[in-house]
């Protein structure tokens, strides 16, 4: 008689809890590094429940969507968003979404850091779960002058910033990317000034529009598109919008931004979107829809100014649009 242990992965479909795939996350990633995917798969009962054993937060997808964030203007094809990337560490052109898949996501630890009551670390599937999680339309608007309009799943970053308890002289967060030198080859161009660093004052990061997106088009994040967490900023130019984050810092000193690093006379610390306002080398007139291709005319704060003009009034001689 042949007697077997059922696998984790293995118990059928109705069975399947969050939690059971959760607890077997390291089973079945082991079974896959021992080359075992098609014996798994083939007892699977279906793609779904595979996604979810590969990914141990699928089951937070689709979130039910915040319908006051939805905006006028068609939602991207979902290929074109998840083809069409910004991603340095990958390389210094659009097309990073195969070389992307490299990057290992699990596990991934947190680091709240700086001026905090006290140092946290934590690993994301932790962190995720204690997080309010929501779907919001959002347009995107990169500082090359292309845009998208997309379905973000993720949580108000005002409640990371509640979790981190950040002390009363805290004025700024620092965000940093995941240097992984065997998995990133952009960091081997070593004139860059690695990791990416972003920064918000903690007024940005907890107002209502600030998001850690966690998942877009009903999906945890793809990788390419900065998994397993990162920002989104939807009045600010793309590069604000720091993908794939390993460490928030609290502190009282602006934070320096990689690409302000690069060149400072072309990429400031605001970096508020604003039609008027022309890139030292282009205009930010006019922007590119990412599927159609039309040119459309920008707006300020790309259109967000109600939620976040207040943030900037009597910051004259900042830099705000840049
Ligand atoms: N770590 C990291 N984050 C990053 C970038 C990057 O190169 N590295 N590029 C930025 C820029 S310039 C843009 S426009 C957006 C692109 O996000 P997307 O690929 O999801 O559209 O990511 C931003 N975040
Ligand atoms: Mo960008």
Not at 106 to 131: A, C, H, N, S, Y
Request: charged share 25%; glycine share 6%; with cysteine.
């Amino acid at each position: 008689m042949l007697i077997r242990r059922q696998k984790g992965w293995e118990i059928p479909e109705r069975d399947v809890t969050p939690q059971a795939l959760y607890r077997n996350r390291r089973q079945f990633l082991g079974g896959l590094a021992a080359g075992t995917i098609g014996a798994a798969a083939a007892t699977l009962p279906a793609g779904r429940v595979l996604a979810q054993a590969m990914d141990p937060t699928a089951d937070l997808y689709p979130a039910p969507r915040n319908e006051s964030y939805t905006v006028d203007r068609a939602i991207d094809e979902k290929a074109k968003a998840l083809t069409y990337n910004n991603f340095y560490e990958f390389g210094s052109h659009k097309f990073i979404s195969d070389a992307a898949q490299a990057m290992k996501i699990r596990p991934w630890t947190i680091k709240i850091d700086g001026m905090v009551e006290q140092e946290i670390e934590i690993d994301f599937d932790d962190l995720v779960r204690k997080m309010p999680l929501e779907e919001r339309v959002y347009r995107f608007r990169c500082v090359e002058a292309w845009a998208m309009t997309v379905p973000w799943t993720g949580f108000p970053m005002k409640a990371l910033v509640d979790f981190a308890k950040p002390l009363s002289g805290a004025k700024y967060v620092e965000m940093e990317t995941a240097s992984q030198r065997d998995t990133m080859p952009g960091l081997r161009q070593f004139w860059y000034p690695w990791p990416y660093v972003e920064g918000l004052t903690l007024a940005e990061a907890t107002n209502e529009l600030s998001m850690i997106a966690t998942g877009i088009y009903g999906e945890a994040m793809p990788k390419q598109n900065g998994a397993p967490l990162r920002l989104v900023t939807p009045w600010k130019y793309g590069f604000k919008n720091i993908k794939s984050i390993v460490r928030f810092t609290f502190t009282d000193k602006r934070p320096v931004s990689f690409w302000e690093r690069i060149a400072e006379t072309e990429y400031g610390f605001w970096a508020n979107v604003n039609p008027q306002i022309p890139h030292p080398r282009w205009s930010q007139a006019q922007e590119r829809l990412l599927t159609t291709g039309e040119e459309v005319p920008t707006l300020l704060f790309n259109g967000y100014g109600d939620y976040v003009a207040d943030l900037y009034k009597d910051m004259d001689g900042e830099n705000l649009y840049m």
